[in-house]
């Protein structure tokens, strides 16, 4: 099987849905003649011209929303966020207008589009540019979001997000682009709103995505140093959130360490607490706890910024308390 | 610049055509009176911005535009989804919010929508579809059609952002569509020339190097004219067009909003009703001898007639089932 | 997540007490349960304990200080732990839940309860993890009987790993079904009850338990007993225990004071006599239940008890073959034990603890003869059942065991 870098698998991801359906094209800053701000387009002005791989100004909120006017007049979009710390000029084309489409129209304009970009921090890019958008952007119903973690399901999940009639979001990583893993040849499709045990264990299930799945996967290992089984379940998606995976992991545990880029109040961390609380109640021998960005905007100092992440060794203090160990 | 007069259009003779449009502009009038009664009524609910006084807009456009056109519209777009050819009943309905709105009872009066009509919906975040009709005519132009996409907005709109990341990017990309802004001078309560440095709205065409008129909206042969003009530079190549078209709103902002008082006079608003676009019209045909005052008031009465249809239909249509709260969330 | 102890009510009219002596030095391991310090209170110099586990991180007032209840007298708390913000919050009004320090940070840290420090009522909560909750309620575990491992002593699924029998008790949730009428009957508590229950409960913990004992005569209890058996030959045998059990069961019937279960805020009186018979099994005992005892016949008794005890001991019994009993017999006359006493099994009020029948030397009309004499221990909760209530209870039992045909009244 072939060893590809996570940007490469997005790039085959878009070249093989634009050599599949012509009325799927890629809008963004910096994504033709410039290869990408992050060379996820690379060579791909070049195979399908510039009618298809649109630069555009920086104007974030025009060039959604006409990304939006795009799919309303029946094409499939996909729209380039440089990061989604821009993105957020573009929420009201997001929310108001893509969002809502269908169910303003009573069901007459569906909204096949994804906005997709690297999100949350990289490193020392201070506070502006370094933040998990995720729990904004699963808050809002007639969205979903999917934000893989390996390359296999980067390429899986944009295929799926690009072919959905649904406004689709799609957060990347900056730090995971040069990321490589098992890519096979051939079309892959991840059906979106299925999450994935990506390590099995019987002691403490660990909650987590995007970047945070590696983070959980050393925590793995290190708990296994100390005779703690944990299993890593990795969401994938988030909205709709694979409810049934979350609820037999924690049947299988009993106990739950959750963890995010993002912010603590209000995080996708608190949905799955939510979920885990009403449904598996029961279930559950301790406290669900969260491992999270510290509460506070992204220092630039490396030592500070360090601080501020979720870690490995934050998460096996957390899986120790859930088993009562410290 | 070409220019090209109101013409009829295929098969329909002069004066025809223009019957068509006084009929359209009394349905338009007849229906938002109504509107405001059921409003009073409580039949209506949230908000419902009314659209007497603009009639020649939404009329005079739509005469110089083919079916297979797009339109889209702010909130203010009553009289744009009735001259499109969407019925006063399913428009009517659809602001009575039941099940056989044109858009099913989910989006009222602010976001009436009719895809098969290519009524691209009422939009209700000020400024917020111009970029979606830009977009639209990005499809068009990408599919190699040659369609245009109309655009209604409000003036107060152009002080925001996506006015001119629209405009600049249409122009770069040479798109079919035309930004017809509503001047009826007043942004809710905010008179235009007190919240704008440049108050001649056309002259943003120049930023953004896009053909651009000042139409006098309270005459709906203008309004066809120069909407006709502004078709054709977006059908041969995909040029924009912004049109400041000036008119009147007869009524307050929204139902809940006054009149007149702090921010006009009843004065003003007298003055402007001496031109009425209505008036205009008919004593236009009716000195061409197209029309008197009794087919006029044949007129009137079937569309009254038509009206009160409608706000029957309206009234005795269903409610959406409790089931309709949670489709259409998303597509299958 | 530092407790504040604070002076206890030790006894039920006590309003103050002084630190006589410290038990626990500033540094020392304390675990709960363990003696901090003794006082004198208004009639004796009882123990206060402590209510958590951890470190004793500062001791409040001095040797021979007197402090109001509900004052801070220490602080016990993880090592290091700084007392500062604890100690602010004492002292208390009254034997209230303590302040507690909030962990600074919301996210890493687990949402522990507050730790008590009140001395009664707030140890009767359990705490324990809802996945606890249900393998305990699966096993039928008693929590209050597990030693909670977790932080505030929160009981977790380790602590019930292993925790077999030694742990089974009585779960109160089941009610007997009523044979026919009405069950029982709710009294509301009146204010001498009330008052009763919080003074008496404040001095002990959560059961105020009192002993009263008497000693039977069973030499007509044996005779008949042994009559009775030549009589039934092989359809059955007859123990003293089943002739107590129904005695005990008659007695009740018509002393209804005693069979009574206490439901903190009322008291519920049965008009059904379902009697709990503590058996033996590895590891701990378990209590299964003769319903409707007072109605059953000695020998429909004999059989019931003796095919229970066998399922008890194989650990086979149903959870509603083990709850709902009115009131229980503990009977360790098999072990040669002249005196002891039962623990109450909540909420029921009273326990007869029946020791070993011995023949001794007794004076009967003013002679001294050898009689066959057996000693019973009545415990009540005096939250339900008064000193006289209880004697008289007993006195009638005494009088069915010593004239069996009084049973027949």
């Known amino acids: ?116 970009g690297p999100n949350g921090a990289a490193l020392q890019l201070s506070s502006q540019h370094s933040q998990a958008w995720e729990s904004w952007l699963s808050h809002i119903p007639g969205l979903k979001v999917v934000a893989p973690a390996t390359p296999y399901d980067a390429k899986g999940l944009l295929k799926s997000a690009i072919r959905d009639n649904n406004p689709v979001i799609v957060l990347e990583g900056e730090m995971l682009y040069n990321n490589k893993g098992e890519v096979p040849e051939g079309e892959i499709l991840i059906p979106i709103g299925q999450a994935e045990v990506k390590r099995e264990g019987s002691h403490v299930t660990v909650i987590c995505h995007s970047k945070t799945v590696s983070v959980a996967l050393k925590a793995a290992e290190q708990l296994a140093s100390q005779d703690i089984s944990a299993e890593v379940v990795d969401l994938r998606t988030l909205r709709p959130l694979d409810d049934a995976a979350i609820l037999a992991s924690v049947a299988k545990t009993n106990r739950v360490v959750v963890v995010e880029e993002g912010w603590p109040q209000c995080g996708v961390g608190a949905q799955v607490v939510d979920l885990i609380q009403r449904e598996a109640f029961d279930q559950l021998d301790a406290p669900v706890l969260r491992v999270t960005q510290a509460d506070v905007p992204m220092p630039y100092n490396k030592q500070l910024e360090r601080l501020a992440k979720p870690s490995p060794e934050k998460v096996v203090a957390a899986a120790r308390r859930v088993l009562y160990l410290d | 610049m070409t220019t090209v007069t109101a013409q009829p259009a295929k098969g329909e003779t002069q004066v025809a055509q223009q019957r068509r449009m006084l009929r359209e502009m009394l349905l338009i009038r007849r229906f938002e009176e109504k509107a405001a009664e059921a409003y009073a009524l ?49 428009v009517m309905a659809e602001l009575f919010g039941k099940s056989t709105g044109c858009s099913s009872g989910k989006g009222g009066s602010m976001h009436l929508f009719d895809a098969e009509k290519r009524f691209m919906g009422g939009h209700g975040i000020v400024g917020g579809h111009l970029p979606l009709a830009t977009g639209l005519a990005f499809a068009i132009k990408y599919r190699g059609g040659d369609a245009v996409c109309a655009c209604f907005f409000g003036e107060a709109a152009v002080n925001i ?117 209505i008036a205009q019209l008919f004593q236009r045909l009716r000195q061409d001898g197209a029309i008197d005052q009794a087919g006029y008031d044949a007129l009137d009465a079937e569309i009254k007639a038509e009206v009160d249809d409608a706000v029957k239909f309206a009234d005795e249509s269903p409610d959406p089932a409790p089931e309709e709260l949670t489709t259409h969330v998303l597509a299958d | 997540m530092a407790t504040t102890v604070v002076m206890e009510a030790l006894s039920p009219t006590m309003e103050e007490g002084r630190l006589v002596k410290w038990s626990k030095a500033v540094g020392d391991a304390v675990k709960t349960g363990d003696t901090l310090a003794e006082v004198e209170t208004d009639k004796a110099v009882m123990e206060l304990v402590a209510r958590a586990d951890g470190q004793l991180l500062k001791q409040v007032v001095a040797e021979g200080a007197t402090v109001p209840v509900g004052g801070a007298v220490a602080v016990i708390g993880a090592q290091g732990e700084s007392v500062a913000t604890t100690a602010a919050a004492a002292p208390a009004k009254s034997s209230q839940p303590s302040a507690v320090s909030r962990p600074p940070s919301a996210t890493l840290a687990p949402a522990a309860a507050p730790v008590s420090a009140a001395p009664a009522d707030a140890t009767r909560v359990v705490r324990a993890s809802p996945l606890a909750r249900r393998l305990a309620k699966e096993r039928g575990v008693d929590l209050k009987l597990v030693q909670g491992s977790g932080p505030g002593g929160r009981v977790v699924m380790r602590d019930l790993e292993g925790a077999g029998a030694a742990a089974v008790a009585v779960p109160r949730s089941a009610v007997p079904q009523p044979v026919g009428g009405v069950a029982y009957r709710d009294v509301p508590l009146t204010q001498i009850r009330k008052t009763i229950a919080k003074r008496l409960g404040a001095s002990l913990g959560p059961i105020p338990h009192f002993f009263l004992t008497t000693e039977v005569d069973m030499e007509r209890a044996a005779d008949a007993r042994a009559a009775l058996n030549q009589q039934l030959g092989d359809q059955g045998k007859i123990s003293v225990n089943d002739i107590l059990l129904k005695a005990t069961a008659l007695a009740l019937s018509k002393h209804g004071a005693c069979n009574a279960w206490w439901q903190e805020d009322h008291i519920r009186y049965w008009n059904e006599v379902h009697l709990g018979v503590a058996v033996a099994v590895e590891d701990g005992l378990i209590t299964p239940v003769i319903r409707n005892t007072d109605r059953k016949s000695l020998l429909e008794i004999s059989t019931e008890s003796r095919e229970l005890a066998g399922r008890a001991r194989e650990r086979r019994l149903k959870p509603e073959e083990y709850t709902g009993s009115t009131f229980s017999v503990s009977n360790l006359g098999m072990f040669e034990i002249d005196q002891f006493t039962g623990v109450i099994n909540p909420p029921e009020a009273g326990i007869l603890a029946v020791c070993t029948m011995v023949a001794k030397p007794v004076a009967v009309d003013g002679q001294v003869v050898v009689r066959r004499r057996l000693r019973l221990t009545m415990s009540c909760d005096h939250r339900v059942i008064d000193g006289a209530t209880g004697a008289a209870f007993l006195r009638t039992l005494k009088q069915m065991l010593e004239n069996p045909l009084a049973m027949l009244l």
């Not at chain 1, 649109?54 to 959604?64: C, N």
């Open chain 1, 1 to 116: 099987m072939p060893t590809i870098t996570y940007r490469d698998a997005l790039n085959q991801a878009l070249r093989e849905e634009m050599q599949r359906d012509p009325d799927v094209f890629l809008m963004g800053e910096e994504v033709g003649l410039y290869q990408g701000a992050y060379k996820v387009s690379r060579g791909l002005l070049e195979e399908f011209g510039a009618k298809r791989i649109v630069d555009t100004p920086i104007a974030e909120l025009g060039f959604a929303g006409i990304g939006v006017g795009a799919a309303m007049g029946g094409l499939r979009p996909v729209v380039e966020f440089m990061t989604w710390n821009f993105a957020v000029l573009a929420l009201d084309q997001i929310v108001n207008s893509a969002a809502k489409m269908l169910y303003m129209s009573g069901g007459q304009i569906p909204m096949p589009i994804v906005f997709r």
């Open chain 2, 42 to 90: 409580g039949k209506i609910g949230g908000f419902c911005h009314l659209y007497i006084g603009q009639e020649a807009v939404a009329v005079g456009v739509s005469a110089a535009l083919e079916p297979t056109d797009y339109v889209i519209a702010s909130y203010r777009e009553h009289g744009q989804a009735l001259v499109r050819g969407i019925s006063a009943r399913a």
């Open chain 2, 161 to 277: 952002g996506a006015f001119h990341e629209a405009l600049n990017m249409a122009s770069v990309w040479k798109l079919p569509v035309i930004f017809l802004c509503e001047n009826n001078r007043y942004g809710m309560g905010t008179a235009f020339e007190r919240v704008a440095a440049v108050t001649d709205v056309v002259e943003h065409a120049c930023s953004y190097d896009i053909a651009g008129e000042v139409v006098n909206g309270m005459d709906v042969l203008d309004v066809q004219a120069a909407t006709q003009r502004a078709v054709q530079r977006a059908r041969k190549g995909g040029h924009p067009t912004l049109l400041e078209v000036r008119t009147y709103r007869y009524m307050g902002h929204s139902m809940s909003d006054p009149l007149h008082g702090v921010y006009r006079t009843k004065d003003e608003v007298e003055e402007q009703k001496k031109k009425d676009p």
